[in-house]
């Protein structure tokens, strides 16, 4: 795909290399980590051809990335493992230049003072 001089001339060179397939795929799973997606859905979402998000899915899974029941897939939710993934480290990087790094106390204002049912009580 070609992109217009100005882009070009006014675009680092990290962000035009972008991400692979599998980084975007694993970047869109990791922020959506509570839910599962189809491959379709997941292809619709980054704007890539299904079928390459298949093959990615294919070789997250391979790598323990990603987890796979019926036609749905999820992130892991290995934490080490993802933060050994260079590319997961990448996608995260490129996510937050371009929408900002989370602030923890912004979520904490936004919380609800009261678990999800979902949630057993520690206590």
Do not use: C
Not at 31 to 47: L, M, V
Not at 48 to 57: K, N, R, Y
Not at 73 to 84: F, H, S
Request: hydrophobic share 30%; proline share 3%.
């Amino acid at each position: 795909m070609s992109i217009d001089r100005d882009t070009f001339e006014n675009t680092s060179k990290e962000e035009l290399a972008g991400l692979s397939i599998p980084d975007q795929v694993l970047g869109f799973l990791a922020t959506n980590e509570d839910r599962a997606f189809k491959p379709r859905e997941i292809a619709s979402q980054i704007g890539v051809d299904e079928g390459a998000v298949s093959t990615a899915l294919s070789r997250l899974k391979d790598r323990s990335l990603v987890e796979h029941k019926a036609t749905y897939w999820a992130v892991t939710d290995d934490t080490e493992r993802l933060e050994g993934y260079s590319g997961y480290e990448r996608a995260t990087a490129l996510f937050n230049n371009q929408l900002g790094v989370e602030n923890k106390e912004t979520w904490r204002e936004h919380a609800p003072d009261e678990s999800h049912p979902s949630v057993e009580d520690e206590q």
